[in-house]
């Protein structure tokens, strides 16, 4: 299953790069943030992996671990299997290598995924804020954030409207 | 437009000073919902229509990580009000395979019935709307009177007509009843012609197919490319529907087909192949209405679960075919009461981010004709 | 001082107008209570065909439609116009105040101005213009200029689409609807809607509209390219609810946007009056010839009668058109008036020109060839009814399968 894709990618990328674990429900590869395009570009055109299909881009906040882990879904037809890959980058000036000339549907959720979790990606044609307003203070999804009390001399708290 | 949003356009709009920016939604009668286009035109003429979304954000995915497992089932209906049994259903998959919950057969049965009646009344929305978009407002009232029967049977079965909260962790929240069977194989009885009187008054009607071919064309590289799912997906010729590849529940226990794109009028990947694949799912969902019908076994409708659901630290992503594609829902769990992280994908939020591809050089009313038949829902796209 | 008014009196009262016994007072009053009827006519048709169109869109749709107010919601369009009376007369900011005041006037005007040379029975008509068939179509474009004011005037882009895109439909239309007339005229040989209706016959085969493939043919653009100007769906453009919004008046509301679809329905009315005075033998009765027509006050009302169903039937296909069919695009609009509708008028007028040389009208030939033309034509009527009568009853089974009750539509129901 994925570790026959893992021994794959191993040939390739070498081990010290890549981490296979399957203590989870959906065995995942850990990979070396540096290498997360390039690894993406393998895996998309790679005649025996060929996984085409972009399912979903998701960051997980851990602060004690201080990172905030990439989570890709992507799958291939071919193989009728999906390939979950992981990468951590620091909760401090998290930056990553932008997957969106891989497959363009990555575009939107990393725009998404630095609108929530302030995720900088590089390389994107148009890194801005997707669902929040531009000019809105902090990144909600992140574990310590705090919902500011006034957004445009608004307040957002209810209870103390009454 | 405010000076800050100018700034965003690519460099080569308004190179022409005929071009002018054309503000579309939120409030638009053909947007689907609470939608802002940025449209760069001259006169007719799109240029380039940037998608501007979120005003319907409601944060579901932080609301997710302050209520517990079960407690959450409601905020998924709200994810997509159309198609709301397929989020329910996602999110329970994803806890039971977390929580490793066996679920009983007949309640499967029941996710399933319930779920292809939810696609039938979500594609008659979306083929109505898209008919209306075009200008014909009677097909979709006829499409509505057909959905209410639907709503009315959802009714008996779930007690809701649009947020169903049907489906529990570990099961479903009620059984169905001899009459409720009854009631459904009446409502297709009464339907599968429908959907032939439906196509004599409007998929074959030639200004409605003038309208939809070699309109907004999506090749099969692009539809991929951008992760267009379901519908839009198949619209452009590629078979994939999660229902057959990852079969999930009891859909590997049924035959049918997947219908996709052959360019049915015009070439392959355009508006009305979106549209039609969509007419023929709702025949392939009567059929595996019919056979669920059949083949429902008696037993338990719902698994034993504790009442205060710990699930110890894992994760896992769950998928099933919405009625507007694929639809996930990546779940962490970090041993306590709560998902650690939820992340929902929805199929409109892809299927929004190749409107600023596929628009240029289109018409200001094929734009609204792209839009329709890309099914996108607003509180989708956002969360 | 005295004198004057005497000289005033006189030339107002007691010198007789050139051609006519009444002096110029007399003369005053009659026009205004012609207009004044005219205006009557037309306002409540434009508001009672607003109800029956809604009426008649719910049995199409299914639906009830509007039911409540007064018996069986027949005072809807007075509730609606009340309604539209008491809001706000709201002018944008920044809007040219002056055109986006004076626009629904034009269009007011351009349209009642036609119905002066619409004729409602035998010799009823306002005016019986020497030109009234062009009159009426000159006059009816200022109701296009109203809406470019309109829709410019307002300072919103999607009224600016409705108004460009109903400048570029009636450019192309006009043309067509101008062709497609010709062939009548050359076989009337007067521009009058008098002369146009005494030169047809009342059966259906005296009819022009069944005198050769030719003009039949020329009904079909005719009707089309009236739709066209008339704004109705398919193309129905410079008011694209889903796509402009509401087009040219987006931004009117109270009274100035309600001269809108005034205007819009008093103009189906035109649109069926033409169409049935052009090629469905207006107020001509079967079995009456003129001479005896013109004796009898009772033939006379039979007469407006038989012009008023001819013209009810053609409103009810519009209408039934509007609820059925989708809207074409702004390119396949002109492309359709471009490549299909004015060659084929082209190649109709000469068709009719050559038809009129070897089949002249009193000819037993030309007779019988248009009791074939009217045999195809009927054969066109009844296949259409039998395609609506199919669809009723597929859904009244459709429908009784699924209640276990049978729709109860009683007969004195309207519409």
Redesign the interface.
């Given at each position: 299953m994925i570790s026959k894709v893992y021994t794959i990618l191993v040939d390739r990328f070498g081990e010290d790069a890549l981490l296979y674990f399957d203590d989870?429900?959906?065995p995942y590869i850990q990979v070396n943030p540096e290498q997360i395009q390039m690894l993406c570009i393998f895996m998309r055109y790679n005649p025996a992996l060929k996984f085409?299909?972009?399912?979903?881009l998701?960051g997980?906040?851990y602060p004690e671990k201080n990172q905030i882990t990439m989570?890709y879904?992507l799958f291939s037809?071919k193989q009728?299997k999906?390939c979950?890959l992981k990468t951590s980058v620091s909760r401090k000036n998290p930056e990553l290598e932008s997957i969106e000339s891989v497959?363009?549907?990555?575009?939107?959720f990393e725009r998404e995924l630095y609108d929530?979790l302030g995720v900088n990606f590089t390389n994107h044609s148009?890194m801005?804020?997707?669902?929040?307003?531009?000019d809105w203070v902090g990144h909600?999804?992140r574990k310590d954030y705090e919902e500011p009390s006034f957004y445009h001399d608004m307040e957002t708290s209810r209870n103390r409207i009454s | 437009m405010p000076e800050s949003e100018l700034k965003y356009l690519k460099p080569q709009a308004l190179a022409f000073k005929e071009e002018m920016i054309l503000n579309m939604g939120p409030q638009h009668p053909s947007t689907h919902g609470v939608l802002n286009f940025l449209v760069v035109t001259d006169g007719e003429v799109i240029h380039q229509a940037l998608p501007n979304v979120g005003y319907l954000h409601r944060g579901i995915e932080k609301l997710a990580e302050q209520t517990s497992y079960t407690g959450f089932i409601p905020f998924t209906d709200r994810i997509d009000y159309l198609a709301a049994m397929f989020a329910n259903h996602v999110y329970v998959l994803a806890v039971e395979s977390l929580a490793e919950i066996e679920v009983p057969e007949r309640a499967q049965f029941l996710r399933v019935i319930a779920c292809e009646l939810n696609r039938i009344a979500s594609h008659l929305i979306s083929t109505g709307a898209l008919a209306l978009d075009i200008g014909a407002s009677t097909p979709f009232v006829h499409w509505i009177r057909e959905r209410e029967c639907i709503n009315d049977i959802m009714e008996a079965i779930c007690g809701a007509r649009l947020t169903y909260s049907y489906m529990r962790v570990g099961g479903v929240s009620r059984d169905i009843s001899q009459k409720i069977v009854d009631d459904i194989y009446k409502f297709l009885d009464h339907f599968e012609p429908i959907i032939d009187e439906y196509n004599r008054l409007i998929s074959f009607n030639e200004i409605f197919v003038r309208r939809l071919a070699d309109v907004a064309i999506i090749s099969p590289v692009d539809a991929v490319n951008f992760g267009l799912v379901g519908p839009n997906l198949r619209g452009s010729g590629i078979t994939m529907d999660i229902r057959k590849i990852i079969p999930y529940s009891v859909y590997d226990q049924f035959d049918f087909d997947i219908p996709i794109g052959k360019g049915f009028k015009g070439s392959l990947g355009d508006c009305y192949d979106r549209y039609f694949v969509r007419i023929l799912e709702i025949k392939e969902s009567c059929s595996i209405l019919r056979q669920a019908l059949s083949q429902i076994p008696k037993g338990d409708i719902k698994a034993k679960v504790k009442r205060k659901l710990k699930i110890k630290e894992n994760e896992c992503y769950a998928c099933v075919e919405s009625a507007r594609g694929e639809m996930g829902m990546y779940l962490v769990s970090d041993g306590s009461d709560r998902p650690y992280r939820l992340k929902i994908k929805t199929g409109s939020f892809t299927a929004m981010s190749i409107v600023e591809k596929v628009s240029q050089g289109l018409m200001v009313a094929d734009l609204i004709a792209l839009i329709g038949s890309l099914d996108v829902v607003a509180p989708e796209i956002d969360r | 001082m005295k004198e004057n008014a005497n000289l005033l009196f006189v030339f107002l009262f007691k010198t007789p107008i050139e051609g006519s016994g009444y002096s110029l007072a007399w003369y005053i009053l009659f026009v205004f209570i012609i207009a004044g009827a005219l205006l009557f006519f037309a306002a409540n048709f434009a508001g009672i065909t607003s109800f029956i169109e809604r009426r008649i869109a719910a049995r199409i749709q299914t639906r009830v439609g509007p039911n409540v107010v007064g018996p069986q919601g027949i005072l809807q369009w007075v509730a609606d116009g009340i309604k539209l009376l008491l809001k706000e007369d709201l002018i944008p900011d920044r809007a040219d105040q002056f055109l986006f005041r004076v626009a629904p006037y034009f269009v007011f005007s351009g349209l009642f101005a036609a119905f002066v040379a619409l004729p409602f029975g035998y010799g009823i008509v306002a005016a019986d213009l020497n030109v009234g068939v062009y009159y009426i179509f000159a006059i009816t474009s200022l109701v296009v200029v109203g809406i470019i004011m309109g829709g410019w005037s307002s300072n919103s882009k999607w009224a600016l689409f409705g108004a460009l895109r109903s400048a570029a439909q009636i450019i192309s239309y006009e043309i067509p609807t101008a062709l497609s007339l010709i062939p009548v005229i050359m076989l009337t040989g007067s521009l009058s809607t008098q002369d146009i209706i005494k030169a047809q016959g009342g059966l259906p085969w005296d009819w022009f509209v069944f005198h050769s493939p030719f003009t039949f043919v020329c009904f079909v653009v005719f009707f089309i390219s009236a739709l066209a100007e008339g704004n109705r769906i398919p193309f129905d453009l410079p008011e694209a609810e889903s796509e402009l919004v509401s087009g040219y008046n987006t931004e009117y509301s109270g009274f100035r946007f309600l001269v809108f679809p005034m205007a819009e329905w008093a103009n189906l009315w035109v649109i069926a009056a033409m169409v049935s005075l052009t090629y469905l033998g207006g107020w001509q009765v079967p079995f009456v010839s003129i001479e005896t027509l013109s004796g009898s006050l009772v033939l006379i009302f039979l007469s407006v009668a038989v012009f008023v169903i001819k013209t009810s039937i053609v409103v009810f296909i519009v209408m039934q058109l509007r609820w059925t069919l989708p809207r074409v695009r702004v390119d396949q609009m002109t492309q359709l008036c471009w490549t299909y509708l004015v060659p084929f008028c082209l190649v109709a007028i000469v068709g009719t020109m050559i038809w009129m040389l070897i089949f002249p009208w009193e000819t037993r030939v030309a007779l019988l060839l248009r009791l074939m033309m009217f045999g195809i034509g009927f054969a066109f009527c009844f296949f259409y009814v039998r395609r609506i009568r199919f669809n009723y009853f597929n859904d009244k089974t459709a429908y009784e399968n699924l209640k276990k009750k049978s729709p109860w539509y009683p007969i004195w129901r309207l519409p």
């Open positions: 989870t429900l959906n085409s299909f972009f399912f979903s998701c997980v906040d989570v879904h037809m009728k999906m979950v497959w363009k549907a990555a575009g939107w929530l148009n801005k804020r997707l669902l929040l307003p531009d909600p999804l | - | -």
